[in-house]
């Protein structure tokens, strides 16, 4: 047997010893064998670090009406749906903000709404729960909404009592019934509505109706803001006042255009076809923007399409809002009437120039000829001026009067109208509602003030890159008017942060409101500094120009200012492509107006040089910058230069001076600092020395302890062995005292043994003896 096993080991070696590769593969794989086996048996082997994750807890308080599934148990979420007409689920994470804070909300309206809706709320970040494994939420909180059996609607409005309060109640009544036709007229004067006929005399619930009830509930899931309302009508009197004379029939209101009613011909009648009809052929009068909880581009791809009415306006979805009915008939007004030959009435008179008392009256050819004919008859005075006679789709001439012939005017220029204007005017506006709670920084940056408890309606052109405000003094219809006239007298409103409080700075800061009046002051020369509070290299700046509004303190005749152009709009015409950026405005001459070098370095002397080559360019004769202005002499700028350069060379005799003081000082600090750190060095030579003592006191308390450890060590041995010896001297003691008294014993017992022997052998000795006598 031996020898078979040898021989079978031997012939394996050799073929092995034929094949060098097999032979490393073989050990290669050995090898990782021999290490992943002790490496698998020495980590199965250590013990879990990681605490396991805390138990959750209930997110509603339990006084709240929402039933809190802080588990995760989502198939008794599914459970208790299906009980109910309507429900709304809260899909939550703990540890969200936007969960929190949307908490409060779901709980006011669970409160109002608890005997009409059953309210859950489910834990989905609970990594044992079903809802963790079945959902794949990218953001919380996620609300759900089920009708009865249909669902999920999705609610992506603001996560607000009102707001959601407000869905939940459309969710509830999809639809509304229409007795009459007062109801039907006022339904559709309200809203942009879809109503259905459907005849119930042959069943409680027909099939076209429960198609017609899901579409409005699949309308819901895409338009959650409730643009499009559904209405049944039962009685066919009221149906025909819409054109309805069949069962199971469909019809869309439509304000601009022709309505229309659900082709059952072309389309099958189901609850998506329904809903995919209204959606597509809806008109928008006014669009509202509301936050989608997310970074959104939806406000930009919106201005993107044109000039945009932005309204921001304080609203509630659960109440009528009369400022929002007043913008939407502005809104219909304004796109309604196009190709109408109906005659317009005058537009508004316009002011051009308040300053002068000129302003711009508009007039309608075919009605306001009275109006017209007395211009004409103004135009050879000296009252009326520019008539401008030119052809376009209003028929209107544009006249340039005093202000005496306005006021006239006014009255019969006072019934402007912009109906159809959108159809006239090559500048089409959409109209677009925000709500000033949600959008209240938005509002800010376009330039409102205080807390918008008023509405702020603003026009947005981002391919002039302009916007206007409308004043609190001025009328929505003349704000649409004036914008969309040919030239447009409106001026670019500029948001700019508010004025600082006047004190008394070497470089001034100057703001979009003080901006005309600072740098436009034909009396000073003004050095601008354009900078950012993003831009680094501005920052860096700052001190150079504080020294040079140090040397030009107290000087009447030159400004040093600089203005944030991050935070304060300008005109176009003082803008500039890159920061930072200086510019120098001379006085008497502000449209020759100087960039400072790109090239050059800013600092002190080249922007000193810089002005002083600017500041002389004065023409040597008079000039007269304006009426009523004193002429300025050549003899005159320059001696007010010769003061100047007297002054600053005062300023530089002074600077040397305190430069030969500051050298002084700065010798005396060096020869400190030298002997400073010479200290230094000897004391850092003390402290190594002082640490090597240290290092060899802590050894030798070491050492020390350690023998001191032995030696109570030994001690505490030498104590044990002292207390054995007198626990054994003890017992030593007592065992010699015991054999003491044992001993003694015997001793008497010896002694009285040995006495009654003595007596016994005298009594024997006698008793011989008196034997022996006898």
Known sequence: MLRRVRAEL????????????KILCCGAVLLTCALLLPITLTCGRVKSVVSPAR???????AEAPVLDLFLGQLEEADRLREEADVSVLFFYAPWCAHSITARQHVQQVALRLADQVQFLAVNCWWHQGRCRKQKSFFQYPVIHLY?????????????????????????????????????????????????????FSWSPQPAGYLTFLLSALHALRRDHQGAVRFAVVTNQAVAEGVSLREDESVYLHRRLNSSLVFPRAQRNFTAQAVSDWVLENKESVVYWIQ??????????????????????????P?????????????????????????????????????????CEVCVQRSVCSGLHQSLQRLQSSASCWSVQSSYTPSGRLSVCCGASVCRGGASVCSGASISGLQCRSNRTLRFYMLDA?????????LGARGGLHRPFITIINLRDETH?????????????????????????????????????????????????QTVMDSQRDVLLLYYSAWCGFCSVLNHVFLQLGRLFRG???????????????????????????????????????????ENTPMTVPNLLRFVLQHTGHAPWEEQQSGEGEEPVRGEESVSLLGAELRALQQEVFSLHRVRERVSQQLDVLWRENRRLTLHTHTLQSQNQELQAQIHQLEALYREKTHQLTHTVHRLQELADASEELLKENTLLKVLLTALSDADHRQTTEDRQTTDHRQATEEHDENTHAEDESS
């Open 555 to 597: 000087n009447r005749a030159l400004t040093v200012a600089r203005v944030n152009v991050g935070r304060n709009d300008l005109p176009w015409e003082f803008m500039v492509d890159h920061l930072p950026t200086v510019l120098f405005f001379p006085r008497h001459r502000k449209q020759m107006s100087v960039k400072f070098p």
């Open 318 to 358: 659960l109440t009528a809002n009369q400022l929002l009915d007043q913008v939407s008939a502005v809104a219909l007004l304004y796109q309604s009437g196009c190709g109408s030959s109906a005659p317009r009435l005058c537009c508004q008179c316009v002011p051009v120039c308040a300053s002068s008392g000129v």
């Open 55 to 61: 138990p959750p807890m209930r997110f509603f308080p």
């Open 437 to 445: 709670e949600l959008h209240r920084p938005l509002a800010h940056r």
């Open 10 to 21: 031997r012939q394996a070696v050799n073929q092995m010893a034929r094949r060098p590769v």
């Open 468 to 516: 206007h405000v409308l004043e609190p003094s001025g009328t929505l219809e003349g704000f649409i008017q004036n914008f969309s006239v040919p030239y447009s007298p409106l001026r670019r409103h500029l948001v700019g942060q508010e004025a600082p409080q006047q004190t008394q700075s070497l470089v001034q800061e100057v703001t979009s409101d003080s901006f005309l």
């Open 291 to 316: 936050p989608t909880r997310a970074k959104s581009y939806s406000l930009e791809a919106e201005l993107q399409k044109g000039p945009a009415l932005l309204t921001f306006l304080p609203h509630n």
């Open 147 to 199: 009708y009865r059996r249909f669902g999920p609607i999705e609610y992506r409005g603001p996560v607000r009592s009102d707001y959601l309060e407000s869905f939940i109640l459309r969710v509830c009544a999809p639809l509304v019934y229409l007795p009459t036709a007062g109801a039907l007229h006022s339904f559709l004067t309200q809203h942009q509505g879809v109503v259905g006929y459907f005849r």
